[in-house]
């Protein structure tokens, strides 16, 4: 926590670092490890951008491109690696000799050229690359502070206000309280004075505590009822660990590629296992998770990625026969990322164990407890849930109403696992529908709202909301 | 006689002004609910048990409410199909079949589930209509008494077998000198035929026994002798000016109702008084039946004079156009006077006339087909190019099937249900016992099926690749639309396995159907160059239509001949008939509990037939029923010697000296819904050559008891009751009698809940009738709130216009409303206390003559007020109004005060008493509705299973105990709709927005639309002079616009 806060103030320190001068040792004794961090986290950035597409992100497995684990050890000289990276088929041509073997080994893919990349960005790649290829000891990854801080330290504030007021007034209670019975005994009555144990059990204070436990454990009921069936931040686990991150953000695979029914449907569609297989039919493994995720896809539609076909009939096949597959598939690529002896890996103990332990998980995640067998759908657990009552369209949204997707979802494309990020109830839909305005004069069907064009025509009418089309009527959505 | 200071009326207690009546409608909630612990051991809750059991459910709450969010899982496919988009509707064009009903339909499916029966626009026989069993169809696709697998039976008990198995006994069994018999109702399918064809290639002795559960076989034998064509004729209701039926239910149940529906109403409505014309129907009939009660004018006779009256009306018609008079049986003077009449009236539209006859006596049809001839009817208003192959069955066939069942090796059973369906079941039923293989291709366990060794259940409808060839010239697909539940496989496909002859493919009846189309259909057409253009258009499109064979045909009857047979009058002094209801027609429908629950329309009864009796007037102001029997009382009926027992309905229009009850009833194994409900008649038909004569002499005893659970809605709702009032001596306003004050806006005794007229008085009446609304628009503007309504002038201002003239009260919106609204059934016991759930009720009114009266059907919803009187009486704020001028009910605010239901002038609020739609967490806390009381943990009520479940609309919430719910004019549809204007960028059209009873009606008698655009057509419909509002005058501002009822009734045809 005071880490990341740091990081952020550092950030802003060094962009005023002129201006500054007094401040810059502050920050430079408490975090000497920062400035690496940064630069990791730049490399980061622009390594995902660039390189995550061909390169795994684990930096020891082969994707399209080769591992960079130890390139720069591996190269040796860093210019040539520099103008490798900023134009490959250069260095190929000038008879560079790593870039001639890679070529060879790689041909005829060819690694896409980074004319734009500068010196210091290549170096802060080249940082991530050794950090990421050890293990990322060096976590250059929250750089954006959470909003929670500053929400945390304004209510210490009010408390501390609060604490403040609170015994300024108990004190001024005390000090009249004394005023009085001074005044009292001056003007000869004999007043006992009252005990804090007499104040606390009046009628007055009783009274006051008594109603105020009620207003508390009302509000908190009610609350906490509103809230009862709502499932924000909900993030359940799934069969497979999809990452919207990866897809969406790293990628930037368009949302409705997969969920293809947004723009024409009610339903967004989970995509069907043949719609991964466009991509995974050639991506084979995963940067993060190698064999262990995508073999799922493959084992839920029936692909045989030794092969690389489709195995026929597969539906009635036993389990056995579906794990034999698949095992060999997980087997021969774990020895070959161990750099085993194919010939002996097939037999060797540690291999069988790793495939074992690989494939029941997969079968596990892919049986649940009304399907018994792995083939057939990959049964997702559904995260976005709208009680029965609710009728909810997403084509009236994305495709009418032009809405984004991050506007109910959430950044979606940042997320490793998918969560709820809207809290999906009923007065968040409404406000929405309050403020939104429809597309009045782009689309010919509001033609007929006749009065509104009148209105807005005559300047009477800046804007026409979905409230003002009816779009907060009851059978707009429940019917 | 009309009565004097009575415009319309809802039965005997209502137009003899009883106490009992006004009481009953004076309290809005009659019965409350009764715990099932109350009923089961007398238990009542004293001051302790009640602080003991607040003390445990508090406990309860907090434990409950303290738990953890449960987790929920969200499961994607793992290959999407393309066409599917989760939360998107997608339609298939199909065709409900069953038997010889069919309609070209639209199914509507979300995550490929079917979910919602609608029609196909661009079918030419029923259009964008349908009938409440084409609606009611997706809910037996979910039925949890479907056979679930192929089976061996014995003694009625399935045991599971494989296809694989049954395949090989088959097998086994046949060879080609094996004498196989296809039993079947009408087969409409080209490709079943030809898969049958197949079959007897391999099998060269089998042969197809085709037979209707009601049947039409006389129509079919008369016009092989009329005309060499043994089919059902096209006949064109658009095209007649009068159109006489002797005892043929067309609107409601006779061939092809949804069909003449539709073209009935087109000559019925009327635009404005300045153009008001219409054709005229009179109806020959001994009950009510549902055609009857629309009818102009009715000519009431004995069921056994139905031949004296076909016969007396051809000598007035030959009389009068030059042809040769017969000998005819004597006819009632009444009704001999006022078929002479009748006879002049078709003879001045000659060529735009029409007679139909729903008799099953071949003479009979003979002569209906020979008047028609003198009236030049031929060609114009009947023709065989398209004629109709809806009804191919003749029972005779089924009876010399079972005269020569001993040399029978093997029955198929393919859709028919004989053991039940025919007279002489039992007989069927012993003789199937004695065969050596005998197949049912029935979906269920029923009596048939029972009697069968195996069952090879087919698909449902919606589960098949088929087609239909309902006319001539047109044909239809069937597509599945959802993968079979259940391991059921298609008849055809079992039938070509057993020929060896099923493609040896994925999806052998779709490459069938697909070859049969490609050899027999592609070339019927010129529009599309290759197959495959042309079978995608067509499945498509659904329906496919070319020009048939035009055909002319040349009456050679023998008019003479045909007069001798015709039925001769008996001497009895009661006399049944035996009719065929809307809902469950020949009792193939009985499992459909939509369709159980959905009030017949003319004795507003549900769950059970009744036996209708007349009512007698005493000439002043009494009506007794016959017998003095009440509704709901038990008697026991005596028909050839059996005796029965039913309950009693007492029926206006239901000529003296006769009875009349419902077929299809009383099935002895037709699943948990349909099992025992209603009277079984089937045993009692009389039967003339092998054909089936509904109507039988009959004993009628008093009254032997009072059915407890007698259900009907006939008193339920009722709105602007008058009554006598004891003190005053007069008839008076109940409403206002309980208000204690009177005066108000009017004092009105008759509230205007209805507006009819006569054709002959149209244009006075409208002009009546616009000068009072004019008053009590006047009377309406004093306001103290100005400019309160001036919100509804911009968006939507959502309506309805309602065309009482058009509306035939078939309920096919009813049941539309149901599915579409995930409206529960509740079953008959609570229907008995008044706790029906249905949003739309059709009320059903008399008006005119005491002893034959004219009847208007009012399909009554929330009126969606604009003043609504609901909204400001409910103290949670749970209905209120939209700015689009939708009364909006909001479940999850309600906490079921009722007030609202208490103050709504139109009784449209339901309340849930129970938790009818089972999403209580503990099931067996409900009751069941068949009234069981369910074992802990043991059973689910109906509807709690997850297959039942599967027919909810996922866009419509499902309603809890204790709320109230009504019409939401289908916000679901609206939203929708405007949703895609919104995603198109355009504004709303009028055919964006479409209610589930709108698009359901056949005859277009109800239109929704946007009251703001004038360019809808509800727009222009609420331009016309034919117009009113329901109790306009209380001022509550009504969304709901209806059209006056007209009858072109003339009320000298009998006197």
């Known amino acids: 926590m005071t880490d990341h806060f740091s990081i952020q103030f550092f950030y802003s320190?060094?962009?005023?670092?002129?201006?500054?001068?007094?401040?810059?040792?502050?920050?430079?004794?408490?975090?000497?490890?920062?400035?690496?961090?940064?630069?990791?986290?730049?490399?980061?950035?622009?390594?995902?951008?660039?390189?995550?597409?061909?390169?795994?992100?684990?930096?020891?497995?082969?994707?399209?491109?080769?591992?960079?684990?130890?390139?720069?050890?591996?190269?040796?000289?860093?210019?040539?690696?520099?103008?490798?990276?900023?134009?490959?088929?250069?260095?190929?041509?000038?008879?560079?000799?790593?870039?001639?073997?890679?070529?060879?080994?790689?041909?005829?893919?060819?690694?896409?050229?980074?004319?734009?990349?500068?010196?210091?960005?290549?170096?802060s790649i080249l940082l991530y690359v050794a950090d990421a290829a050890n293990g990322g000891g060096n976590k250059g990854t929250a750089v954006v502070a959470k909003p929670g801080a500053k929400k945390s330290g304004n209510g210490l504030m009010y408390g501390l206000v609060f604490a403040l007021l609170a015994g300024l007034a108990l004190a001024l209670a005390r000090i009249i309280s004394n005023l009085n019975r001074t005044v009292a005994a001056a003007e000869g009555a004999n007043v006992a004075p009252t005990t804090l144990v007499d104040t606390l059990t009046s009628k007055g204070v009783i009274g006051f505590v008594v109603f105020a436990l009620i207003v508390l454990g009302g509000y908190t009921t009610v609350n906490n009822a509103i809230s009862l069936g709502r499932s924000q931040e909900y993030a359940p686990s799934q069969p497979i660990k999809f990452s919207h991150a990866t897809h969406a953000g790293i990628q930037k695979i368009d949302c409705q590629y997969c969920h293809d029914g947004a723009r024409r449907s009610k339903h967004s569609i989970i995509p069907a296992t043949n719609t991964c297989m466009n991509c995974h039919k050639a991506i084979t493994k995963g940067s993060q998770y190698g064999t262990a995720e995508i073999t799922k896809i493959f084992a839920s539609i029936g692909f045989d990625p030794n092969t690389g076909k489709y195995i026929p009939n597969y539906d009635n096949l036993k389990e056995e026969q579906v794990a034999e597959v698949y095992k060999t598939w997980i087997a021969t690529n774990y020895a070959a990322d161990k750099k085993l002896d194919p010939a002996t890996a097939a037999a060797s103990k540690d291999v069988k164990l790793v495939a074992d332990a690989q494939w029941n998980d997969i079968a596990k995640s892919l049986k649940t407890e009304i399907k018994d067998k792995v083939q057939g759908p990959i049964q997702w657990k559904r995260v976005h849930n709208l009680p029965d009552h609710v009728y909810f369209n997403h084509a009236q949204h994305v495709t009418v109403g032009k809405v984004t997707c991050q506007k109910c979802h959430g950044e979606v494309e940042k997320m490793g696992t998918l969560k709820q990020a809207s809290p999906l109830s009923m007065g968040w839909c409404v406000n929405c529908h309050r403020e939104t305005e429809v597309k009045f004069k782009d689309n010919d069907y509001y033609k007929s709202y006749a009065r509104y064009h009148e209105e807005i025509k005559k300047g009477t009418r800046e804007k026409v909301t979905v409230e003002d089309i009816g779009g907060l009527e009851c059978q707009k959505c429940h019917y | 006689m009309e009565l004097k200071n009575q415009s319309v009326w809802t039965g005997v207690?209502?137009?003899?002004?009883?106490?009992?009546?006004?009481?009953?409608?004076?309290?809005?909630?009659?019965?409350?609910?009764?715990?099932?612990?109350?009923?089961?051991?007398?238990?009542?809750?004293?001051?302790?048990?009640?602080?003991?059991?607040?003390?445990?459910?508090?406990?309860?709450?907090?434990?409950?409410?303290?738990?953890?969010?449960?987790?929920?899982?969200?499961?994607?496919?793992?290959?999407?199909?393309?066409?599917?988009?989760?939360?998107?509707?997608?339609?298939?064009?199909?065709?409900?079949?069953?038997?010889?009903?069919?309609?070209?339909?639209?199914?509507?499916?979300?995550?490929?589930?079917?979910?919602?029966?609608?029609?196909?626009?661009?079918?030419?026989?029923?259009?964008?209509?349908?009938?409440?069993?084409?609606?009611?169809?997706?809910?037996?696709?979910?039925?949890?008494?479907?056979?679930?697998?192929?089976?061996?039976?014995?003694?009625?008990?399935?045991?599971?077998?494989?296809?694989?198995?049954?395949?090989?006994?088959?097998?086994?069994?046949?060879?080609?000198?094996?004498?196989?018999?296809?039993?079947?109702?009408?087969?409409?399918?080209?490709?079943?035929?030809?898969?049958?064809?197949?079959?007897?290639?391999?099998?060269?002795?089998?042969?197809?026994?085709?037979?209707?559960?009601?049947?039409?076989?006389?129509?079919?034998?008369?016009?092989?002798?009329?005309?060499?064509?043994?089919?059902?004729?096209?006949?064109?209701?658009?095209?007649?000016?009068?159109?006489?039926?002797?005892?043929?239910?067309?609107?409601?149940?006779?061939?092809?109702?949804?069909?003449?529906?539709?073209?009935?109403?087109?000559?019925?409505?009327?635009?404005?008084?300045?153009?008001?014309?219409?054709?005229?129907?009179?109806?020959?009939?001994?009950?009510?039946?549902?055609?009857?009660?629309?009818?102009?004018n009715r000519v009431l006779i004995k069921p056994s004079e139905q031949g004296a009256a076909i016969a007396a009306l051809y000598n007035e018609v030959a009389a009068l156009s030059?042809?040769?008079?017969?000998?005819?049986?004597?006819?009632?003077?009444?009704?001999?006077?006022?078929?002479?009449?009748?006879?002049?009236?078709?003879?001045?539209?000659?060529?735009?006339?029409?007679?139909?006859?729903?008799?099953?006596?071949?003479?009979?049809?003979?002569?209906?087909?020979?008047?028609?001839?003198?009236?030049?009817?031929?060609?114009?208003?009947?023709?065989?190019?398209?004629?109709?192959?809806?009804?191919?069955?003749?029972?005779?066939?089924?009876?010399?099937?079972?005269?020569?069942?001993?040399?029978?090796?093997?029955?198929?059973?393919?859709?028919?249900?004989?053991?039940?369906?025919?007279?002489?079941?039992?007989?069927?039923?012993?003789?199937?016992?004695?065969?050596?293989?005998?197949?049912?291709?029935?979906?269920?366990?029923?009596?048939?099926?029972?009697?069968?060794?195996?069952?090879?259940?087919?698909?449902?409808?919606?589960?098949?690749?088929?087609?239909?060839?309902?006319?001539?010239?047109?044909?239809?697909?069937?597509?599945?639309?959802?993968?079979?539940?259940?391991?059921?496989?298609?008849?055809?496909?079992?039938?070509?396995?057993?020929?060896?002859?099923?493609?040896?493919?994925?999806?052998?009846?779709?490459?069938?159907?697909?070859?049969?189309?490609?050899?027999?259909?592609?070339?019927?057409?010129?529009?599309?160059?290759?197959?495959?253009?042309?079978?995608?258009?067509?499945?498509?499109?659904?329906?496919?239509?070319?020009?048939?064979?035009?055909?002319?045909?040349?009456?050679?009857?023998?008019?003479?001949?045909?007069?001798?047979?015709?039925?001769?009058?008996?001497?009895?002094?009661?006399?049944?008939?035996?009719?065929?209801?809307?809902?469950?027609?020949?009792?193939?429908?009985?499992?459909?509990?939509?369709?159980?629950?959905?009030?017949?329309?003319?004795?507003?009864?549900?769950?059970?037939?009744?036996?209708?009796?007349?009512?007698?007037?005493?000439?002043?102001?009494?009506?007794?029923?016959?017998?003095?029997?009440?509704?709901?009382?038990?008697?026991?009926?005596?028909?050839?010697?059996?005796?029965?027992?039913?309950?009693?309905?007492?029926?206006?229009?239901?000529?003296?000296?006769?009875?009349?009850?419902?077929?299809?009833?009383?099935r002895t194994q037709a699943g948990y819904c349909g099992t025992g409900v209603g009277t079984n008649v089937q045993a009692v038909l009389p039967m003339k050559d092998g054909r089936v004569q509904y109507f039988a002499t009959a004993k009628v005893s008093g009254k032997t008891g009072e059915d407890k659970s007698f259900a009907s809605v006939q008193y339920h709702h009722t709105l602007g009751i008058t009554g006598m009032g004891k003190e005053e001596k007069a008839i008076i306003n109940v409403d206002e009698k309980a208000l204690g004050y009177k005066g108000f806006q009017g004092s009105l005794t008759a509230r205007t809940v209805i507006r009819r007229t006569n054709l002959k008085e149209v244009k006075k009446f409208a002009a009546e009738l616009q000068t009072e609304r004019a008053h009590h628009q006047k009377l309406n503007s004093y306001t103290l709130y100005r400019g309160h309504m001036d919100k509804y002038t911009s968006g939507h201002h959502w309506g309805m216009n309602i065309d009482l003239n058009a509306c035939t009260g078939c309920g096919a919106c009813t049941v539309a409303c149901m599915a579409e609204n995930n409206v529960p059934v509740v079953g008959k016991d609570e229907v008995a206390r008044h706790h029906e759930m249905a949003w739309l009720r059709i009320d059903r009114y008399y008006y005119g003559d005491v002893e034959n009266p004219n009847v208007v059907y009012q399909p009554m919803m929330c009126q969606h007020c604009d003043n609504a009187p609901c909204e400001n009486v409910c103290p949670v704020n749970a209905t209120s109004h939209s700015s689009e001028g939708l009364n909006q009910m909001t479940y999850n605010r309600c906490i079921g005060t009722r007030y609202c239901a208490n103050n709504c002038p139109y009784k449209v609020r339901r309340f849930n008493w129970q938790d009818y739609t089972t999403a209580d967490i503990f099931p067996w806390n409900e009751r069941d509705l068949r009234g069981k009381t369910l074992g802990f943990r043991t059973e689910m009520p109906y509807g709690a299973d997850n297959l039942t479940r599967m027919v909810l609309n996922p866009d419509v919430t499902v309603r809890t105990r204790g709320v109230i719910e009504k019409c939401s004019l289908c916000v679901q549809r609206i939203q929708e709709g405007k949703l895609t204007a919104k995603k198109e960028s355009r504004q709303l059209r009028d055919s964006d927005v479409k209610v589930a009873c709108q698009t359901a009606c056949p005859t277009g008698a109800i239109v929704f639309g946007d009251k703001n655009n004038p360019a809808s057509q509800v727009s222009k419909l609420n331009q016309s002079d034919m117009n009113f509002i329901v109790l306009e005058e209380i001022n509550v501002k009504s969304n709901m616009t209806y059209s006056v009822k007209v009858t072109n009734r003339d009320e000298k045809l009998e006197a």
């Open chain 1, 13 to 123: 320190m060094r962009s005023n670092f002129l201006k500054l001068r007094l401040l810059y040792i502050l920050p430079f004794l408490f975090l000497s490890g920062a400035l690496s961090a940064a630069d990791i986290a730049a490399g980061k950035t622009l390594f995902s951008n660039n390189c995550g597409t061909c390169h795994a992100k684990d930096m020891k497995s082969k994707l399209t491109g080769p591992p960079l684990s130890g390139v720069q050890a591996k190269w040796g000289d860093d210019k040539a690696l520099y103008s490798w990276i900023r134009n490959s088929q250069a260095s190929i041509a000038a008879g560079q000799p790593n870039a001639v073997a890679i070529w060879n080994e790689y041909k005829p893919t060819v690694m896409t050229a980074f004319p734009n990349l500068k010196d210091d960005e290549i170096a």
């Open chain 2, 13 to 296: 207690e209502d137009l003899t002004k009883s106490e009992s009546f006004i009481e009953l409608a004076s309290q809005e909630f009659t019965d409350l609910p009764q715990l099932p612990s109350q009923e089961n051991n007398g238990f009542t809750a004293t001051r302790r048990d009640f602080l003991k059991y607040l003390g445990f459910s508090v406990g309860a709450a907090t434990v409950a409410a303290s738990c953890e969010i449960p987790v929920k899982r969200a499961i994607p496919y793992v290959t999407k199909p393309d066409s599917i988009v989760p939360g998107i509707a997608n339609y298939y064009a199909s065709s409900f079949v069953n038997g010889g009903d069919y309609a070209a339909i639209l199914v509507k499916t979300r995550e490929g589930r079917p979910i919602k029966i609608e029609g196909n626009d661009l079918s030419k026989i029923n259009g964008s209509g349908t009938s409440a069993r084409a609606q009611a169809a997706v809910l037996s696709l979910y039925d949890t008494n479907r056979i679930a697998e192929p089976s061996a039976i014995a003694n009625g008990k399935p045991t599971k077998t494989t296809w694989a198995e049954l395949d090989k006994v088959v097998a086994g069994k046949l060879s080609a000198a094996s004498q196989i018999r296809i039993l079947t109702h009408t087969i409409l399918s080209p490709m079943t035929n030809k898969a049958i064809a197949e079959f007897t290639k391999k099998y060269p002795n089998t042969k197809v026994v085709t037979y209707d559960p009601v049947s039409s076989a006389a129509i079919l034998a008369a016009n092989e002798q009329s005309f060499g064509d043994r089919v059902i004729p096209n006949y064109k209701f658009d095209a007649a000016d009068v159109i006489v039926s002797v005892g043929a239910d067309f609107l409601g149940t006779w061939i092809s109702p949804t069909e003449y529906a539709t073209q009935y109403a087109k000559n019925r409505k009327i635009a404005s008084a300045a153009e008001a014309k219409m054709s005229r129907h009179i109806q020959v009939e001994s009950y009510m039946s549902l055609t009857g009660s629309n009818a102009d």
């Open chain 2, 322 to 666: 030059g042809g040769i008079a017969v000998a005819a049986p004597a006819l009632n003077a009444k009704a001999a006077k006022a078929l002479k009449k009748v006879a002049a009236e078709l003879v001045a539209a000659k060529g735009k006339s029409l007679i139909i006859s729903g008799s099953n006596n071949v003479g009979e049809q003979v002569l209906v087909n020979a008047a028609n001839n003198l009236l030049g009817n031929y060609g114009a208003t009947i023709d065989f190019t398209e004629a109709s192959l809806q009804r191919q069955g003749d029972e005779a066939n089924a009876q010399a099937l079972l005269a020569e069942m001993s040399g029978v090796n093997a029955v198929f059973i393919l859709g028919a249900n004989p053991v039940f369906e025919l007279p002489n079941g039992d007989k069927f039923a012993e003789a199937l016992k004695k065969a050596d293989l005998t197949i049912s291709f029935n979906p269920m366990m029923d009596e048939t099926t029972a009697v069968c060794k195996f069952a090879a259940p087919a698909n449902h409808g919606l589960e098949s690749w088929g087609d239909a060839q309902p006319k001539r010239g047109h044909y239809s697909l069937v597509q599945p639309t959802i993968k079979p539940l259940f391991n059921t496989r298609q008849s055809e496909q079992s039938l070509l396995t057993w020929a060896g002859a099923s493609p040896a493919t994925e999806q052998p009846m779709y490459d069938y159907l697909r070859a049969t189309w490609q050899a027999d259909m592609f070339s019927k057409q010129r529009n599309y160059a290759t197959f495959n253009a042309f079978w995608d258009a067509t499945l498509h499109n659904g329906v496919f239509q070319v020009a048939a064979n035009a055909v002319k045909p040349t009456f050679k009857g023998d008019t003479n001949g045909a007069a001798a047979t015709v039925t001769q009058p008996v001497k009895a002094d009661v006399e049944i008939t035996f009719y065929e209801t809307v809902n469950i027609g020949g009792g193939q429908y009985a499992n459909n509990p939509w369709l159980q629950e959905m009030p017949d329309p003319v004795t507003r009864t549900v769950w059970g037939n009744v036996l209708s009796v007349p009512v007698k007037w005493d000439g002043i102001n009494d009506f007794n029923g016959f017998k003095d029997l009440k509704d709901g009382d038990k008697v026991e009926i005596e028909v050839a010697g059996k005796k029965l027992k039913c309950t009693v309905v007492r029926q206006f229009g239901q000529p003296e000296g006769t009875v009349a009850i419902a077929v299809g009833y009383g």
